[in-house]
């Protein structure tokens, strides 16, 4: 971006090419008005002293201390702000790799995003992923291999994955990561875990299974796996005091996974407070609302119009959704681009993610008991209730009486 030559604030961008005198608007004319506008936004931005104001807010961030951090915690920003950060994913848990592929949809922010340093005021990020990097074998291995012996940090470990039980059994493993080579015997996921964990920065659980264990943890499962959690504890805390940082979903929801890991970035590089989470580990700002106060189909429920059959726009409550008790933000968010999520194309919410699931959410398709009763209360006054919208948007719908004209 070019400067202007009377002043050395103001960006000039240059026009590829302009129409000739007289001819026909083009898109061309339009980008430089939208430029000019620019311009002038940008002179009356720093007319009115906001870069001073940036100069001095960037100076005072790499000072901030988290007064939230434990007391043995490094502050926020002291000694100073991370400037590279490897990613560390671990896919070798109990599961079936939809996490890793659920992530690749993500657009606030995608992966490339984070990756090619297309954002600013965060680490560089070296970001290693099984099905995502070019190395394989030994070579892929290798910076695991280096943070597990200290010389890789700082790190953000990422499972996938419920832990499994490797103590549970006489021989054998249930899962595992490469292989020692030394030994020539599997390295167990729960090994890498017990390596890795006490010299990671973070750690972040992908998806359900990792979190809470999952549809694997299910009562009478041969493998006893669990949640990342329960393997290392719910106050366990890594060394830069951050806990546990779970993040829910079967699959996770693509922009839940990156919005949370950009917000561990930018705690890396000193820019924010110590991430906020519930009771449940999950990052509060995206699980602190259940799927119904986001649906939109809540305003059928309060009127009490429940669908009886699969593909009806009225809310799906009684054909098992348990969107009213279950802290998710799909509703709102959708899946991918905004697009879909589990109610808005007329799926039933399951509880994915939910410490509970699957078992307490059993069996799917059965209406849920608690709303038995609600839906029976909110019949007793939701229709008088719709009849006396329809009224009054039947008066809505007509013009004031005034609106004619006069004869003669």
């Not at 001095?56 to 950060?85: H, L, S, Y």
């Not at 890789?152 to 499972?159: A, D, G, N, S």
């Not at 593909?311 to 009684?318: H, L």
Request: contains cysteine; aromatic residues 10%; charged residues 20%.
């Amino acid at each position: 971006m070019a400067q202007h030559k009377d002043d050395p604030h103001e960006p000039h961008f240059p026009l590829l090419h302009r129409n000739p005198p007289g001819s026909a608007p083009t898109s061309a004319v339009r980008v430089h008005a939208a430029q000019e506008w620019f311009a002038f936004v940008w002179r009356a931005l720093i007319g009115n002293g906001i870069e001073s104001w940036l100069k001095a807010d960037r100076a005072a961030m790499p000072n901030e201390i988290d007064e939230g951090a434990p007391g043995n915690a490094t502050p926020i920003g002291a000694p100073g702000p991370i400037k590279e950060i490897d990613v560390l994913w671990i896919n070798a848990g109990l599961s079936c790799d939809g996490d890793t592929i659920a992530m690749t949809a993500a657009t606030q922010p995608s992966i490339e995003d984070i990756v090619r340093g297309g954002l600013p005021w965060i680490p560089k990020v070296n970001f290693l992923n099984l099905f995502l990097a070019y190395e394989n074998g030994d070579d892929f291995l290798a910076r695991f291999h280096r943070a597990a012996r200290g010389a890789l940090e700082p790190f953000i470990l990422v499972v996938e994955g419920s832990i499994p039980d490797e103590t549970n059994k006489a021989e054998g493993y249930w899962a595992s990561f490469g292989t020692d080579r030394e030994t020539g015997q599997p390295i167990t996921t729960c090994e890498w875990i017990d390596r890795l964990a006490p010299k990671a920065w973070a750690i972040m659980a992908a998806g359900t299974c990792a979190t809470y264990g999952g549809i694997h943890a299910m009562e009478g499962n041969p493998t006893g796996c669990m949640g990342l959690a329960d393997y290392l504890g719910w106050r366990w805390k890594s060394k830069a005091g951050i806990p546990v940082v779970c993040v829910p979903g079967c699959p996770v929801q693509p922009d839940n996974f990156m919005e949370t890991l950009l917000y561990l970035l930018h705690m890396a590089a000193g820019r924010a407070p110590m991430i906020p989470l519930d009771d449940a580990l999950r990052p509060t700002w995206l699980f602190g609302q259940t799927v119904h106060e986001g649906c939109d189909r809540g305003g059928y429920y309060e009127q009490a119009e429940f669908a009886e059959d699969y593909g009806a726009r009225t809310c799906i409550v009684k054909l098992g959704c348990w969107g009213p008790v279950v802290q998710c933000n799909v509703g709102k968010r959708g899946w991918m681009a905004g697009i879909g999520g589990c109610p808005n194309v007329g799926g039933i919410c399951i509880g994915c993610t939910m410490p509970g699931f699957p078992d307490k959410f059993m069996p799917f398709m059965n209406q849920p008991p608690g709303s038995l009763l609600s839906s029976k209360a909110v019949m007793t006054y939701g229709r008088t209730i719709h009849a006396l919208r329809r009224f009054t948007q039947a008066s809505l719908n007509k013009e004031p009486s005034w609106r004619r004209r006069r004869d003669g």
